[in-house]
């Protein structure tokens, strides 16, 4: 069986590139997907999570979906 916080956790990423807008969209399912909350200072696993990454500056921004 698959136990949380285990070697045998399972996730996957998918990585899109908008080569007109230099913008590269990290997209992670599963495993380790999680933000932080700062209304209650932990950090919430959601079913996904994306960061967008500006490769002309490396800026990013982590969106929730």
Known sequence: SCLSGT??????DIVTID???H???LTRYG????????K????DKIAAR???V?????????CEE
Not at 7 to 12: H, K, P, R, S
């Open 23 to 25: 913008l590269i969209y």
């Open 7 to 12: 070697e045998n956790e399972t996730a996957f």
């Open 50 to 52: 994306t960061r967008v």
């Open 40 to 43: 209650t200072g932990k950090h």
């Open 54 to 62: 500006d490769y002309l500056t490396g800026s990013y921004v982590v």
């Open 31 to 38: 495993a380790r997907s999680y933000v932080y909350n700062s």
């Open 19 to 21: 080569r007109k807008r």
